[in-house]
């Protein structure tokens, strides 16, 4: 069965500094995959997406993932964080085919200190 | 804005109370997706439906149902409620089977 395992239920960086989220899943096939981001109180925003193609996907916000098959990853980075980018984190994975679900991850808390 | 949306934003109902959540998709969006997300369970999919029919079924209870609608709007009907359905319901689309979905701001249930 396909999961999604995000071993870090909550992150503090500073703001400016470097940041990376893990992602790992397990699928039998080339997934899709996506990340998606909560503010407190909202729906989800799609942050960036990987079907097939270059393993270093850009998405919006300044945010980019890689895409690693050998070791069944999806990380998202973002090399200088902003304060507005505390929020909730969601890795999921996406079967595709006829049943286009999402499975995701329990989620990141991602907090700036200033 | 995602161009999502649902109905209404919040809910507040007694325990063996029916209510009826309403999502509209983007405009030429065929599929939606509902989920429900509670800090137990996290995100978890319920239901997808295409053009009208039902087409993946994950951990939706016998006491909720959903419809999809020819003007493509679906309404998720949640039945005998308990204090454990309490959670937001979140809608999604795509414009095919597959593909990134596209979130509407959730509707939140709160069973007292």
């Known amino acids: 069965a396909q999961s999604v395992t995000q071993p870090d239920i909550h992150i503090t960086v500073s703001e400016g500094a470097s940041l990376e989220l893990r992602c790992n899943y397990s699928?039998?096939?080339?997934?899709?995959l996506f990340w998606y981001v909560q503010s407190p109180g909202q729906g989800l925003q799609l942050l960036l997406k990987?079907?097939?193609?270059?393993?270093l996907v850009q998405g919006i916000k300044g945010f980019e993932a890689e895409f690693k098959r050998s070791q069944s990853s999806f990380n998202l980075r973002k090399p200088s964080v902003h304060w507005s980018d505390a929020a909730e984190y969601f890795c999921?994975?996406?079967?595709?085919?006829?049943?286009?679900?999402?499975?995701f991850g329990k989620g990141t808390k991602l907090s700036v200190k200033p | 804005d995602s161009g999502v949306t649902q109905t209404p934003k919040h809910l507040i109902t007694a325990t063996g109370q029916r209510v009826t959540l309403r999502c509209s998709p983007r405009?030429?969006?065929?599929?939606v997706y509902w989920y429900q997300q509670s800090l137990d369970q996290g995100l978890q999919f319920l239901i997808q439906?295409?053009?009208?029919?039902?087409?993946a079924k994950g951990n939706i209870l016998e006491r909720f149902s959903a419809q999809q609608f020819p003007d493509l709007h679906s309404e998720l009907n949640l039945s005998s409620l308990e204090l454990g359905d309490s959670a937001l319901y979140f809608c999604?689309?795509?414009?095919?089977?597959?593909?990134?979905?596209?979130f509407g701001p959730g509707t939140r249930l709160t069973v007292t």
């Open positions: 999604a689309s795509t414009a095919g089977l597959a593909g990134e979905q596209y």
């Open positions: 699928y039998g096939a080339t997934p899709y």
């Open positions: 990987y079907f097939s193609g270059d393993t």
């Open positions: 999921a994975v996406g079967r595709g085919g006829s049943q286009g679900n999402l499975i």
């Open positions: 405009s030429g969006d065929l599929s």
């Open positions: 439906y295409y053009n009208g029919e039902e087409r």
